[in-house]
């Protein structure tokens, strides 16, 4: 198993890039849990957005190249040291990633509309006073304003846009980010949505949610509507239940 | 930098109406190998702006690349779609700049990273 995943020890590192956390953690856990999919999915194009030490994309590239050929990667950050750290990553497991300075996707949404078919997203998430978001240097990687959504409520029209017709998005949440307000705010651009890994570490509570167009006509050509052997297929209804669930357990534990 | 990338940029300068393609400057080039995929490259054909790959291959000193977008019989051809793939994946520029062809802003490519940030009154 390990070698289908980046390897910390070769993972680059500067002092103004966040390195690989909990979070990056869940969330390539949560690819890994759903390499399967990715490979019957067979994407051509897989993107990251703010991509920082280059470990969730050294890993889906390593997850999904080693078996098939033709999957082509792009990485943003706006951070120029993230990209650096990114390529050093990427050489040292030797994979490659085509890498774009960018504000998530500037530059790139017009002509690649439409082709990706998969973005894995972990976003600045951290809810800050909102003068935090946006500043110059680390504190770009995690703050997120007002209920951590400021960033994250760029992103997602941005995915939306660059998604090809049967594209599919992971993107790590806090549940105070609400997610459960979000799922229903992409379940209005066509998204259906499932809980991929939910997971309690002493600080947060991190979600990580795939969403994918629901669209019954295709549903055929890449298993979107079928369900994994491990996880339980998630229906709108069902999310908003698990996620009271979930901050009924967060009360039951403010301790914390 | 693929020019497969050069090929998905666009200048977003606040009043650009297009922005595209951006003109290459080169300093530096690379050639970097990629397994061949034929199944890839038929794929990307119809996403890829012909005339822009072709003058981008050619700034960079390829020139092998057909002036006129060949019809989809070409994608048949081993011969072409070596040339192809060679055009759109390998060559990579390392060093130079993208060219807004409406207002001449410079996008800074650094070790094969290009800059596509604003300035906040580009915006």
């Known amino acids: 198993m390990s070698s289908k995943i980046a390897r910390i020890d070769l993972v680059s590192s500067h002092p103004e890039v966040y390195e690989p956390c909990d979070d990056s ?3 390539v856990d949560a690819l890994l849990s759903d390499r399967t999919n990715l490979l019957d999915f067979h994407p051509r194009l897989c993107m990251e957005v703010g991509c920082g030490s280059g470990y969730v994309i050294t890993s889906l590239a390593l997850m999904l190249g080693q078996e098939t050929t033709g999957v082509h990667y792009i990485a943003t950050d706006i951070n120029p040291h993230a990209l650096q750290v990114t ?14 300075q960018a504000d998530i996707a500037s530059g790139l949404e017009k002509r690649m509309a439409g082709l990706v078919d998969v973005i894995v997203v972990n976003p600045p998430y951290v809810p800050t006073p909102e003068d935090e978001v946006g500043q ?3 504190a770009s990687t995690w703050a997120g304003g007002e209920n951590g959504r400021r960033v994250i409520d760029r992103i997602l029209p941005v995915a939306d846009r660059l998604l090809s017709h049967k594209g599919w998005l992971y993107m790590l949440f806090l549940t105070s980010n609400n997610p459960s307000e979000i799922c229903l705010q992409m379940k209005d651009k066509g998204f259906s949505a499932r809980i991929i890994v939910q997971r309690a570490t002493e600080e947060e509570n991190l979600l990580v949610i795939k969403f994918w167009r629901d669209s019954p006509v295709q549903a055929d050509t890449n298993g979107m509507v079928t369900t994994t052997k491990t996880e339980p297929f998630m229906a709108m209804g069902s999310l908003g239940s698990l996620f009271s669930r979930l901050s009924f357990w967060r009360s039951d534990n403010s301790s914390c | 930098m693929k020019l497969l990338t050069h090929n998905m940029l666009t200048s977003t300068v606040k009043g650009v109406v297009n922005g595209f393609p951006l003109r290459i400057e080169v300093e530096k080039t690379l050639e970097k190998q990629v397994d061949f995929s034929a199944d890839f490259l038929r794929n990307l054909f119809y996403k890829v702006d012909w005339k822009a790959l072709v003058e981008a291959a050619q700034t960079m000193g390829y020139a092998e690349l057909p002036e006129e977008a060949p019809d989809s019989t070409v994608l048949e051809s081993e011969d072409f779609l070596k040339k192809f793939h060679y055009a759109l994946l390998e060559l990579h520029l390392e060093e130079g700049n993208l060219v807004c062809p409406e207002t001449g ?14 300035h906040e009154d580009e915006v």
């Open chain 1, 136 to 138: 110059e240097g680390i």
């Open chain 1, 87 to 100: 390529s050093e990553t990427l050489k040292a497991h030797g994979v490659h990633a085509e890498l774009i």
């Open chain 2, 105 to 118: 802003r410079k996008f800074p490519v650094t070790k094969g990273i290009p800059n596509m940030l604003l």
């Open chain 1, 25 to 27: 953690f869940a969330l």
